[in-house]
C-alpha cells in the first residue's frame, strides 16, 4: 500500500511560481507512472503532467513550456515546478501513483493552488 501526501500549495500572483511536492510513505519505484492533476471549481479532473519509470514524461499542452516534473526515487518525492502561473492554472493538484501489473492507483488528497491575477 502507498500512500501519497501533497504540500506546496497556496496563493501566488500571475507569473509567479510555486513547486508542488508528493511524498509516497512507500517506495515510487515500484510505480510505473507518476502523474499530477488537477481540478478547478465546476470542471472535471484533468491532467497535468506524467513521468514514467524510465524518467519520459508529457504534459498537457496548457501547461507545456511552464511546468516541469521530476522524481526523486532516493526520497520517494514527484515534484511538480510550476512557473509563469495564471489565473486559469488555479485548480486542487492531486498527485497520482499508477501500478501497471497488477493495475493499481493511488491518490493524494490534493494541495489548493490560487493564482491571483
Known amino acids: 500500500q502507498v500512500q501519497l501526501v501533497e504540500s506546496g500549495g497556496g496563493l501566488v500572483q500571475a507569473g509567479g511560481s510555486l513547486r508542488l511536492s508528493c511524498a509516497a510513505s512507500?517506495?515510487?519505484?515500484?510505480?510505473?507512472?507518476m502523474g499530477w492533476y488537477r481540478q478547478a471549481p465546476g470542471k472535471l479532473r484533468e491532467l497535468v503532467a506524467n513521468?514514467?519509470?524510465?524518467?519520459?514524461?508529457n504534459y498537457a499542452d496548457s501547461v507545456k513550456g511552464r511546468f516541469t516534473i521530476s522524481r526523486d526515487n532516493a526520497k520517494n518525492t514527484v515534484y511538480l515546478q510550476m512557473n509563469s502561473l495564471k489565473p486559469e492554472d488555479t485548480a486542487v493538484y492531486y498527485c497520482?501513483?499508477?501500478?501497471?501489473?497488477?493495475?493499481?492507483?493511488?491518490w493524494g488528497q490534493g494541495t489548493q493552488v490560487t493564482v491571483s491575477s
Open positions: 497520482k501513483g499508477s501500478r501497471l501489473f497488477p493495475l493499481k492507483d493511488y
Open positions: 512507500g517506495s515510487i519505484s515500484s510505480l510505473n507512472i
Open positions: 513521468i514514467f519509470s524510465g524518467d519520459s514524461t
